[in-house]
């Protein structure tokens, strides 16, 4: 079966610009979640989605942060405006159901902001 | 609320063992194992529920102390391939949307 797609792999931006990373889930799967993985720590959970309704988006900073998923399928995280700090890879997972159960983990896409 | 990870890093030669703890201060739900490898995704390696058993995944197991809210990660006759670094993701029990907040990570190299 067909992983979890990102795209772009990789974005660098200036500072106060826009950005917009896109997700593709595995088929099927009804939980999709977006992750920070700032170098040497790890994941920090950005939002999660179970299909189209969001079910945890606590640590989502909202002021410069978005995301959707209006099909219950693919989904989209946009920064605007973009800060140093933002500079990270960012996960997209997905799995079948939302509790206890194993997460699949797109190849990421590492923004640099300069 | 992150779980604590120690070791941060290890160096193993090949056919030794090591062990990885994971701590938190909350009480847990379960317990998530991952390994990422260098530039690449992490992948799924093990869950432990409360309650459960010890699970395993060839020579890589992992236990559950619901007592101490810690869990081990054990890796037996260590193979070139087991170096990456591993995350634990702990879920709390007072959590029903079953996030998952990952540790810093503990890196593991294995050496001919």
């Known amino acids: 079966e067909a992983g979890v797609a990102q795209s772009p792999r990789y974005k660098i931006i200036e500072k106060r610009q826009s950005v917009a990373f896109w997700c593709n889930p595995i088929?099927?799967?009804?939980?999709l979640y977006w992750y920070q993985q700032i170098l040497g720590q790890g994941p920090k959970l950005l939002i999660q989605f179970q299909n189209n309704g969001v079910v945890d988006d606590s640590q989502l900073p909202k002021d410069r942060f978005s995301a959707e998923r209006l099909k219950g399928v693919d989904s989209t995280l946009k920064i605007q405006p973009a800060k140093l700090e933002d500079s990270a890879v960012y996960l997209c997972?997905?799995?079948?159901?939302?509790?206890?159960?194993?997460?699949?983990f797109g190849p990421g896409t590492r923004l640099t902001v300069l | 609320q992150q779980p604590v990870q120690s070791p941060q890093a290890v160096i193993l030669r090949e056919g030794e063992d090591a062990v990885i703890n994971c701590s938190s201060s909350k009480a847990l739900y379960s317990v998530h194992w991952y390994r990422q490898k260098h530039g690449e995704a992490p992948v799924f390696l093990m869950i432990?529920?409360?309650?459960?058993e010890q699970k395993g995944h060839e020579k890589i197991s992992a236990s559950f102390n619901e007592k101490k809210q810690q869990s081990s990660l054990y890796l037996t006759a260590s193979q070139l391939s087991y170096s990456g670094t591993y995350f634990c993701?702990?879920?709390?029990?007072?959590?029903?949307?079953?996030?998952?907040?990952f540790g810093a990570g503990t890196q593991v190299v294995v050496t001919p």
């Open positions: 088929s099927g799967h009804a939980t």
């Open positions: 997972a997905s799995s079948f159901v939302l509790r206890n159960n194993e997460q699949f």
């Open positions: 432990l529920l409360k309650g459960g």
């Open positions: 993701g702990t879920v709390l029990t007072t959590d029903s949307w079953g996030k998952l907040q």
